[in-house]
């Protein structure tokens, strides 16, 4: 099953498009990218999911590479209620249903 | 609204008593998920259930219980067994096994 990499902390300007990165080298092709945030003490929300084309929703867009081993999440004009935890996960294979939560990445909205 | 809910937000029991933690979801959905996080960790798997009267361990079930006699329900019993029940604990639910899990506002258990 494949894992996430995603860099520990990222900071943002508040308006700014906020770019979260993710590599997944090891995904095999029946793998979902899934993009979960968590902000201080509340239950996980969903952001985003992608197989292999681009999506885009009301709160973010995805962005994965051709050879699908890495994606990018796209804030496009963060807010300080943006500050969280970003969690990137990979559903599928042998796991599918089972999400494992890494450490994510912690963004922060600067005014 | 639909949604999930978890109660109560913050429990406390003393070392030794089983306690049981509530989830109830109106979304219709048919899978039902218990994660547990630990502070500055990600989420872990506990149990889940992918229909009503039905549901397998995760990956760190020992030392808790479930039941799923109603498809709106999925309490989570954390046992005596449990060396390390301080934690938050988090319900999920999905439309069918592997879909998009949406997830509960969660209920930190202090065990003193």
């Known amino acids: 099953d494949a894992k996430t990499t995603q860099p520990p902390s990222m900071d943002c300007a508040e308006g700014r498009a906020a770019n979260l990165p993710c590599n997944h080298s090891t995904i095999s092709g029946n793998e979902y990218v899934y993009w979960y945030r968590q902000i201080h003490s509340q239950g996980p929300q969903y952001i985003i999911h992608g197989l292999k084309n681009n999506e885009t929703n009301e709160m973010a867009s995805l962005i994965i590479t051709e050879d699908r081993k890495s994606s990018t999440l796209i804030l496009p004009h963060a807010t300080l209620r943006d500050t969280a935890v970003y969690y990137c996960?990979?559903?599928?294979?042998?796991?599918?249903?089972?999400?494992?939560f890494g450490q994510g990445t912690i963004l922060t909205v600067h005014p | 609204d639909g949604g999930i809910t978890q109660s109560p937000k913050y429990l406390f029991r003393k070392e030794g008593q089983n306690v049981t933690l509530s989830c109830e979801q109106n979304l219709n959905h048919d899978a039902m998920y218990w994660y547990r996080q630990d502070p500055g960790q990600g989420l872990r798997l506990i149990y889940y259930s992918q229909i009503v009267n039905d549901f397998q361990k995760g990956d760190i079930a020992e030392g808790y219980s479930v039941s799923r006699e109603k498809k709106e329900s999925f309490p989570l019993t954390v046992t005596s067994a449990q060396k390390n029940p301080t934690a938050f604990y988090l319900c999920?639910?999905?439309?069918?096994?592997?879909?998009?899990?949406?997830f509960g506002p969660g209920t930190r258990l202090t065990v003193l």
């Open positions: 996960i990979v559903n599928g294979g042998t796991s599918y249903g089972k999400l494992t």
């Open positions: 999920a639910s999905s439309g069918g096994y592997g879909d998009t899990q949406y």
